[in-house]
């Protein structure tokens, strides 16, 4: 069965670095969002993309994020200047846009812990 | 704007007992429903998606759910448990196919954990 694939799985940083999670949707989904969820909350809407461009965002989805879909097959999230507040789980995922509804297939999650 | 209120963070339980995981969303012109499952240490799991047609959406591992539009609810229901349901269940909700196509964000609930106990 097709995966949305994220690296990486874990990554530890120190508060103000740059931190890009990485995704590899499903081939010919043409949808893709990025969810975060910190630790014991709610799974919460960050991004969504199509047609190489922002779709939709949410109030979190503040100017420290960036999303980039840069060679067609990647679809990555950059955190300029990492907080301590965005240590989270964050999701990726993708629809094909032929269902009719949005049934996101959803990736493992990249654990993010800033110190 | 869409909301999902799960009224049990936790649900405790035994084997083989049923249990019902309740959701309610806000309410809106035309909804799509969904319950996710997060086992530990891993992603999000479509457990089964009501967008239209009958009200009794069946989904994966024996978990149903009934869409009820007149209480605005979406409550997961499975007859009988195992150990290996202990998960945290999501509730989510997006718009229907009046607002933009359909392709709106998922709005998710806080999450049950629901603890299946021998």
């Known amino acids: 069965e097709p995966e949305v694939t994220q690296t990486p799985s874990h990554q530890v940083t120190q508060m103000g670095q740059e931190v890009i999670l990485r995704c590899v949707p499903i081939s010919n989904h043409l949808y893709f969002y990025w969810y975060r969820q910190i630790l014991g909350q709610k799974v919460e809407f960050l991004v969504s993309?199509?047609?190489?461009?922002?779709?939709?965002k949410s109030e979190i989805f503040d100017d420290q994020f960036s999303v980039e879909r840069p060679d067609g097959s990647n679809f990555t999230l950059k955190i300029r200047s990492t907080k301590l507040e965005d240590s989270a789980m964050y999701f990726c995922?993708?629809?094909?846009?032929?269902?009719?509804?949005?049934?996101?297939?959803f990736g493992a999650g990249s654990r993010l812990t800033v110190l | 704007a869409q909301s999902v209120t799960q009224l049990d963070s936790q649900v405790p339980v035994f084997e083989e007992a049923p249990v019902e995981l309740r959701c309610n969303y806000s309410s809106s012109v035309s909804v799509y429903l969904f319950w996710y499952v997060q086992y530990p240490n891993q992603g999000l799991q479509l457990l089964l998606k009501y967008l239209s047609g009958s009200t009794l959406v069946k989904g994966i591992n024996g978990f149903e759910a009934e869409f009820n539009k007149s209480q605005t609810s979406f409550h997961l229901r499975k007859p009988s448990v195992h150990i290996s349901d202990t998960a945290e269940y999501f509730c989510?909700?997006?718009?229907?196919?009046?607002?933009?196509?359909?392709?709106?964000?998922?709005?998710f609930g806080a999450g049950t954990r629901l603890a299946v106990h021998p």
């Open positions: 989510a909700v997006s718009d229907g196919p009046e607002f933009s196509g359909g392709y709106n964000k998922l709005i």
């Open positions: 995922a993708s629809t094909d846009g032929n269902s009719g509804a949005n049934v996101l297939t």
């Open positions: 993309f199509y047609n190489n461009e922002i779709s939709e």
